[in-house]
């Protein structure tokens, strides 16, 4: 449960309750239906762009925006709940690149949204504080929802991945 290690244990247990009844996927995939065709990294840029227009015109300009396969979405996305990675501080400072770990190219929408709204957000706060939340629910209101079942999805994904992996 490394993606929700930051939550409460009840809300946990509620989490692998609905994966041993093999029901977490039908609940993603009730709630968000709709893929999205931000398939390569020019369309990926125009994306992040017209959001970064819309709410944070005057930060910074963006070098550069790109899917990254390689980048681990704990690590260098989400991070933990309360943890500040400075890895991803000083990348950011250094080169106002935005990379969107792979993953999200197939993934719903709604949660693409999530992470570019989360890092865009990170142009003007690097550390996960109370400012920086405030920001991304600006941006986005379901914002805590949506990072909530982004992390469910990643969840869900790993299960379905050990499953495979391990033949059953
Ligand atoms: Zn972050």
Known sequence: MKYLAGYPEAT??????????DRLGTYLRDKYREPHEVRTDKALYDYVQ????????KAE????????????????A??????V???QGSRLKASREIRIAGVFRDAP?????MIVVHELA??????????FYQLCTHIEADYHQL??????????LECKAWMVGSGS
């Open 109 to 113: 929408g709604d949660f693409l949204k």
């Open 78 to 83: 989400l991070g933990t709940h309360t943890a």
């Open 12 to 21: 946990q247990a509620r989490v692998r309750a609905l994966i041993a009844q």
């Open 147 to 156: 990072e909530f079942d982004l992390r469910l999805y990643l969840t869900h």
């Open 61 to 76: 300009p963006l070098n550069k925006v790109v899917y990254d396969g390689k980048l681990q979405v704990m690590k260098h």
């Open 122 to 131: 990170h142009l003007k706060e690097r550390e996960h504080n109370k400012a």
């Open 50 to 57: 017209a959001l970064k227009e819309r709410h944070l015109r």
């Open 85 to 87: 990675s400075r890895v």
